[in-house]
């Protein structure tokens, strides 16, 4: 097969999984992961297939077209679109294999996984904003019932609402721009960019719009992994990096981006040490994480094509630890019966495995090394000391301050739950793999994926 048949066939097959809603939740669970399994094996294939050929070919393929807003669906296969395709549907098969030993009542979760997965990759590979817009209406539609089935009615509206915000400031984006909208034609419009900054802000849960994502934790723990990790979160950033790659914009809006950002930042550090709830840590970390792509996106806006670079090296890197993150978190669910990490005690005895991977994870997040949150950090502090004013130490100071002080949570918590008395009990062996193949993939990811990302550039 071409390198495009093997892009689509791993967009499409993991639609197959809403077929799956009325199964039990074994059979569900098993049937996802070798469905999700099939289209990571065939998006790997096609990855191989491109990084052998020509890297700086850009592989196009149009399938609707309309007369006066050109394409809505397609298909670019670059090498930004390869990375992270490849990275969303790993984790997202790895999270379906980690999810067989968590206790679900039916297959609902496995059906919307599906649905989630596949509308992230066809979001990944967009060609045009429609494109974009029509995904993200899907994600949020997986992302209301997904919510819901933590019995958290208000959270899913709440989350649904803003994502659909953000599904309508996509489409106004389109309507200043008409056929332009498609990426490869895509003219510089302020207005235009600006739409596009805060629907990025509404997925990834950037200010003004924070709130939601820490509510949406009520969701089920594996399902928070995929969605903080390579869904919806960091592909608000990835499509803000997608538009400027191609719009190419000036630095007329530097500081709206960069300002709200720093903010952003700065309030998640006052989160931080407020929090006990573990997956509420974790999405206050990820809006954080997700932040610090965003500054590298406003340092691109200075014509600096590192700016894009270190972006996605950042998003990519975020999602192995992030994965990790909630992996381990749902362990110790499963262990203790609840995320209090006041509750919590002993786990390095009462759960050995899940404790490697809560400490390693947490610490990761940190930018502790040896996982790649470490390189793209110091990347990000090293590139934006060239920004402008006072931006060239505001960046990296607030990205720097950022990690010493959720480093120090972390220590306070793990002084508190790591340590004590315990009876060690059965870790489901699924996921016990999955972390420990997290753990190793979080290691290679940072070597591999730098090569990749120098291989980016502007449009043209």
Do not use: C
């Not at 997986?142 to 599904?167: P, W």
Request: zero cysteines.
């Amino acid at each position: 097969m071409k390198v495009m048949e093997l892009i689509l066939l791993s967009t499409l097959i993991p639609f197959i999984g809403l077929v799956f809603f009325s199964l039990d939740s074994r059979r569900a669970g098993v049937l996802t992961s070798i469905v999700l399994g099939v289209a990571f094996l065939l998006n790997a294939l096609g990855a191989y297939d491109f990084f052998s050929g020509n890297t700086n070919a850009i592989y196009h393929a149009s399938y609707v077209v309309t007369g006066s807003l050109g394409e809505v669906f397609g298909l670019s296969v670059d090498v930004a679109s390869v990375l992270m395709g490849l990275v969303s549907i790993l984790i997202a098969f790895l999270i379906a294999v980690y999810s067989l030993g968590y206790p679900f009542e039916d297959g609902r979760f496995y059906a919307l996984l599906g649905l989630l997965t596949g509308a992230s990759m066809v979001f990944i590979y967009s060609t045009n904003l429609v494109q974009f817009a029509l995904s993200l209406e899907l994600m949020a539609i997986a992302m209301l019932y997904l919510i819901e089935l933590g019995n958290a009615k208000t959270d899913a509206l709440k989350a649904f609402l803003v994502l659909n915000v953000g599904v309508l400031l996509i489409l106004g984006a389109v309507a200043v721009l008409g056929s332009g909208q498609v990426l490869s034609k895509m003219p510089y419009d302020g207005t235009a960019f600006v739409l596009l900054i805060f629907a990025a802000f509404m997925m990834s849960s950037q200010l003004p719009f924070y709130s939601w994502l820490p509510d949406s934790t009520a969701s089920p723990i594996p399902a928070s992994a995929y969605v903080h990790s390579a869904s919806i979160v960091p592909l608000g950033a990835y499509m803000l990096f997608r538009v400027i790659q191609y719009m190419k914009p000036n630095d007329q809006y530097f500081w709206l981006l960069g300002g709200l950002t720093v903010a952003l930042i700065i309030l998640m550090m006052i989160y931080y040490p407020l929090q006990r709830d573990a997956k509420r840590l974790i999405a206050y970390s990820t809006i954080a994480q997700t932040g610090v792509a965003y500054i590298t996106l406003a340092y691109a806006l200075l014509g600096h094509v590192a700016g894009i670079q270190i972006s996605l090296y950042q998003v990519v890197n975020h999602a192995v630890v992030k994965a990790l993150a909630f992996a381990s978190v749902g362990g110790l669910f499963l262990t203790y019966g609840t995320t209090d990490l006041k509750l919590i005690k002993g786990m390095r005895k009462t759960a050995p495995w899940t404790s490697i991977a809560w400490f390693m994870s947490f610490l990761g997040l940190a930018g502790v090394l040896p996982l790649g949150l470490f390189f793209s950090k110091a990347f990000t502090i090293m590139s934006t000391r060239h920004a402008k004013g006072i931006a060239s130490w505001l960046f990296p100071a607030v990205v720097l301050i950022d990690a010493a002080i959720f480093l120090i949570v972390v220590l306070l918590w793990f002084r508190e739950s790591f340590f004590g008395e315990g009876q060690a009990r059965s870790e489901p062996k699924a996921m016990v793999a999955v972390m420990l193949i997290l753990i190793l993939i979080g290691i290679v990811m940072p070597w591999v994926s730098l090569n990749v990302v120098m291989k980016i550039g502007f449009a043209g």
